[in-house]
């Protein structure tokens, strides 16, 4: 690793794997041998064709979907979708069920309130501030939906199996652990996940949307807000961000040639969050905010015996080269995001540092 990168513990945009930014760096300037810009090209070249024909084919091999699946590549990041989805899939009639689970939720949950679109809270964790998942959820058989985030990035909370419904497809906001394990796909009717935590840079959100579901959507709908534009359009009704798919491109490779695949993305993943939360766990320092079945493998919250060492302990940390470690602005605390694209050294010398932080400091 180049000295002067730090071991990035960013909750998003976060670290990216530095194979790919190096690849990025070297054919910034001559793309593949066009003598222009990956930024420069049309979007409507055949090199670019090449991308994101690509990137959707990655998708699909690591989820594991065939053709009845869309992929695509969407701007407004995941806080569009959280409005798309009520007003794609909520025509007169229908209903969605909502689990909140923290703060994405809420606000998913909020845009279809806006909408004025028959929704139902199944279940909330909101009673302890959102430090678990909620277990043994009711869902309305005839909902036209079910939505859940999968993973909260900023309560450190995660869903480690998924819920059965008894007969809506799940809709999931994946944004901060799409392609950090391997899923069932086939009770999902669509995930969507902003890139810049686990996949790619800012500016571009992945949508994998099942067939059947496009049916749902009623006609009259403004052209760049209905689904069915882009799943016509292979995501390039109006210029997309070129960029951005790129780089996500050039990660789902990463994922699939260099890592092996979403079991062995899992394993690392597993390895790094066990270690972190098997030192803290031997702790009384260190205590980690999620209810031990409930805790996130990307985003580990924790706190420390007051708020002034945690103040110290994340500046600190920062002059050892260890960054990003301030909890969200909204519950305070510490987090250790380690996306795909941390190490398992940098986890080792986030501990390391950990331990030496408590003796000096417990
Ligand atoms: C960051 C995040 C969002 C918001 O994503 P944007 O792309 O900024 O709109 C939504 N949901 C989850 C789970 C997130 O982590």
């Not at 086939?186 to 049916?215: H, T």
């Not at 924790?302 to 002059?319: C, I, N, Y």
Request: glycine fraction near 8%.
């Amino acid at each position: 690793m180049d000295t002067n990168r730090i071991c990035n513990f960013n909750a998003g945009p976060a670290v990216l794997p530095e194979p790919v930014l190096k690849e990025i760096q070297e054919g910034f300037l001559d793309f593949q041998g066009c003598c222009m810009s990956i930024v420069e090209i049309s979007h409507r070249s055949e090199l670019f064709d090449g991308v994101i024909n690509d990137a959707v084919a990655r998708t699909k091999r690591l989820l594991n979907i065939g053709d009845d699946y869309h992929v695509l590549f969407l701007q407004g990041g995941a806080s569009l979708q959280f409005a798309m989805i009520p007003m794609n899939f909520l025509a007169d009639g229908r209903s969605a069920d909502y689990v909140n689970t923290g703060t994405w939720s809420t606000k998913a949950i909020k845009e279809a309130k806006i909408q004025n679109k028959a929704h139902n809270v199944v279940a909330s964790s909101e009673d302890r501030n959102f430090a678990y998942i909620p277990k043994d959820i009711r869902f309305n058989p005839d909902a036209t939906y079910a939505h859940i985030t999968s993973n909260n990035t900023i309560k450190g909370t995660q869903w480690t199996g998924f819920p059965d419904t008894g007969g809506a497809p799940l809709v999931a906001d994946m944004s901060s652990d799409f392609m950090s394990r391997p899923i069932d796909m086939s009770k999902f009717g669509m995930i969507y996940a902003g890139a810049q935590k686990n996949i790619g840079p800012a500016g571009v959100c992945m949508v994998v949307i099942r067939d059947d579901m496009l049916k749902l959507i009623p006609d009259g709908l403004p052209t760049m807000l209905d689904y069915r534009t882009h799943v016509e359009k292979n995501s390039m009704f109006n210029t997309p961000p070129c960029f951005s798919i790129y780089s996500v491109q050039l990660v789902l490779k990463w994922i699939e040639e260099t890592v092996g695949g979403l079991d062995e993305m899992d394993k690392l993943n597993r390895k790094k969050a066990d270690l972190l939360y098997g030192f803290m766990d031997e702790s009384s320092f260190y205590k980690p905010t999620a209810d031990t079945d409930s805790r996130s493998l990307m985003n580990v919250t924790f706190r420390l015996p007051s708020e002034d060492l945690e103040k110290k302990f994340v500046a600190d940390a920062a002059t050892n080269g260890l960054g990003g470690l301030k909890g969200h602005r909204s519950v305070g605390g510490c987090r250790a995001s380690i996306y795909n694209a941390a190490t398992y050294q940098d986890v080792e010398k986030l501990v390391d540092f950990m331990k030496v932080f408590e003796k000096n400091n417990g």
